[in-house]
């Protein structure tokens, strides 16, 4: 699977490796072209995924604010309701393409 703006690759992996929730593709971190996600300051708080951190997405062709996003520290119970720890994890708002 790729994550990719304006044909720019800015995530990539096998899909077995991604974790899908909410109709949303989460991206293990080592799958992130480095420098592609800067931090953002918006704040949010998933009911019951917890905290969440937004990421602004960086390519040649411009900045897409708040393009992503990640849960970095789960609450305990998200990971039993997914069956999976995705701690780290990136998904990504739309405007960025992801597909097989």
Same mark, same amino acid.
């Given at each position: 699977?790729?994550?990719?703006?304006?044909?720019?690759?800015?995530?990539?992996? !096998?899909?077995?490796?991604?974790? *899908?929730?909410?109709?949303?593709?989460?991206? +293990? +971190?080592?799958?992130?072209?480095?420098?592609?996600?800067? !931090?953002?300051?918006?704040?949010?708080?998933? !009911?019951?995924?917890?905290?969440?951190?937004?990421?602004?997405?960086?390519?040649?062709?411009?900045? *897409?604010?708040?393009?992503?996003?990640?849960? +970095?520290?789960?609450? !305990?119970?998200?990971?039993?309701?997914?069956?999976?720890?995705?701690?780290?994890?990136?998904?990504?708002? +739309?405007?960025?393409?992801?597909?097989?």
């Amino acid at each position: 699977m790729r994550a990719t703006v304006d044909g720019t690759v800015i995530a990539e992996a !096998p899909e077995d490796e991604l974790v *899908r929730i909410e109709g949303n593709w989460y991206f +293990p +971190p080592s799958a992130v072209t480095d420098g592609a996600l800067t !931090p953002s300051p918006t704040a949010y708080t998933c !009911p019951w995924k917890g905290p969440a951190q937004y990421f602004h997405v960086v390519t040649p062709a411009g900045t *897409r604010e708040d393009g992503a996003w990640s849960y +970095p520290d789960l609450k !305990p119970s998200a990971v039993d309701r997914v069956g999976r720890d995705f701690a780290g994890y990136v998904a990504f708002s +739309p405007g960025v393409t992801v597909a097989a």
